[in-house]
């Protein structure tokens, strides 16, 4: 066993780099629009991306310069081929060759080049010739890859609008547009063939525009709601942007094609618009990014594809100045310019928090002299009774205001409401946004603890030890779900203690 023994530094250093590789957030990616006439240099924007937790760009086109700056930052790109060229690239395979030893050849793999979209949603358009010719032109530049030897390595997709779904409510009942259908089976099974994804544009934004209400907003961002209840499937729902994925997945299926990944080509939500836009405001877009954010690092997946998050790209990187429409067109950047952030979306190398996990989250230390507790008027029952529910339902021992428990009495929504919400926000991280609740909590520097009830908090250096039961089932039916990044670590600790063993034999 001397020569195993001697390549345990071997061992060693793969063990760690796959340990590494288990934390890499590659599904979090940010989209570069470039319709824009004040927009940094490429090399300020990749020295930018680097500095964050960004893994992945979705380029519209293929700028060199772009391609070019990103080179050996390990950063996934996405580039596109546009609507225009899509008959060119049809109707000659020699097009296609040309296309891609001019625009990936050059630069792969030193830019990590990973996936080419032909078009941006081509079936909205509603041009049959340009539809029909779709196809064509993605299996040509499937062959120019192959024979430059990037078969396998850059995929080949296309992006679709929600409009291609004819029903999305409840998620369950997701479906194609028939009139898109015959199209949609011919792209699906090159997808198929060729392992590449199906890419989509969800926007909770929009679902919000068209359905105006409070709980539709809570909905929408992430934030504590009763959730709603998929009548066909009797999953509940606590977020639109898993119900809307979901959607997809239901049709996929419907069809087929349920071994095909989806990818979420665009989605984001403006901070600013025009005064008869209902919904952008620098709040609403830093709670849905980052709070989207956390749900893709939670590991959780959608109720539909658990356990692995959904490969996202957040729009967008800088605002678009040169963009026509409202307001809210112009208004998605999470970047400035002049690099700052335009509000904290959780993306720095060192915001790995999670701010409104989806999983059970680990208890963390808390050094936070205030209590998470509800307002003390303006709040419904009812508004309560769903802050209670959401807690629960996120990972934290509820177990003190069950009947028996230290909290239960006064045998109160107020009261239990209070216990639960003070305990997520120490739970998960003390940072205001977690007391936010809708609007409906606040914070206070007075203890609420009472009794044997005791609120964690007061600069305590750990929650108390009921904090830390996180064995409970969750109120909305489903058990505990261990983070993906955790499974990964434990079936890696077991890799290395079983060589260590093998050395010691």
């Known amino acids: 066993m001397a020569s195993l023994t001697s390549h345990l530094p071997i061992f060693l250093f793969l063990f760690l780099t796959a340990l590494i590789s288990s934390e890499s957030q590659s599904f979090i990616g940010v989209n570069y629009g470039q319709v824009a006439d004040n927009l940094p240099p490429p090399s300020a924007t990749a020295k930018l991306l680097q500095s964050t937790s960004i893994k992945q760009v979705r380029l519209y086109g293929s700028d060199p310069d772009v391609i070019k700056a990103l080179s050996n930052t390990g950063i996934g790109i996405v580039i596109g081929i546009a609507n225009g060229d899509i008959p060119s690239l049809a109707a000659d395979p020699n097009a296609a060759a040309q296309w891609i030893n001019s625009h990936v050849v050059p630069f792969y793999p030193s830019s990590k080049i990973t996936l080419i979209n032909v078009g941006n949603e081509v079936l909205l358009s509603n041009d049959q010739g340009l539809i029909s010719q779709l196809l064509p032109a993605m299996r040509n530049v499937q062959s120019a890859l192959s024979a430059a030897s990037l078969g396998g390595k850059v995929r080949v997709s296309t992006v679709h609008a929600m409009t291609v779904l004819s029903q999305s409510d409840p998620p369950s009942s997701g479906r194609f547009n028939p009139g898109m259908l015959d199209v949609l089976k011919g792209l699906l099974a090159f997808q198929r063939d060729n392992a590449s994804p199906f890419a989509v544009n969800p926007y909770p934004f929009f679902a919000y525009q068209s359905d105006p209400r409070p709980e539709t907003l809570a909905f929408c961002l992430f934030q504590p709601n009763a959730g709603r209840v998929d009548s066909g499937s009797g999953i509940k729902y606590m977020n639109?942007?898993?119900?809307?994925?979901?959607?997809?997945?239901?049709?996929?299926n419907a069809i087929g094609f349920n071994d095909i990944d989806i990818l979420v080509a665009e989605t984001g939500w403006p901070y600013h618009g025009d005064n008869n836009e209902v919904g952008p405001s620098v709040e609403n877009a830093k709670a849905y990014n980052g709070n989207l954010i956390q749900h893709l690092r939670s590991m959780v997946g959608t109720p539909l594809i658990p356990g692995k998050p959904v490969e996202t790209y957040i729009f967008a990187l800088y605002d678009e100045d040169l963009k026509p429409g409202p307001a809210s067109e112009r208004s998605f950047g999470l970047f400035k310019p002049d690099l700052s952030p335009t509000y904290d979306a959780g993306l720095s190398k060192s915001s790995q928090t999670p701010s409104t996990p989806s999983v059970t989250p680990s208890p963390k230390p808390t050094t936070s002299s205030k209590w998470c507790v509800p307002k003390t008027s303006g709040v419904s029952d009812a508004q309560l009774q769903a802050n209670l529910d959401y807690a629960c339902g996120h990972g934290i021992d509820c177990s003190p205001i069950q009947p028996g428990g230290?909290?239960?009495?006064?045998?109160?929504?107020?009261?239990?409401?209070?216990?639960?919400?003070?305990?997520?926000?120490?739970?998960?991280?003390?940072?205001?946004?977690?007391?936010?609740?809708?609007q409906t909590a606040t914070l206070t520097s007075t203890n609420p603890s009472y009794n044997a009830c005791v609120y964690p908090g007061g600069g305590s250096s750990s929650l108390p030890v009921a904090a830390t039961k996180m064995n409970k089932i969750s109120n909305d039916g489903f058990s505990k779900v261990r983070t993906g990044s955790s499974i990964r670590n434990k079936i890696l600790v077991y890799m290395f203690l079983f060589i260590i063993y093998s050395l010691s034999l």
């Open 406 to 438: 230290a909290c239960f009495d006064p045998n109160t929504v107020a009261s239990h409401a209070a216990y639960a919400m003070n305990l997520y926000y120490h739970t998960v991280g003390t940072d205001p946004i977690n007391c936010d609740f809708s």
């Open 240 to 252: 639109m942007f898993d119900a809307q994925v979901d959607a997809v997945k239901s049709a996929l």
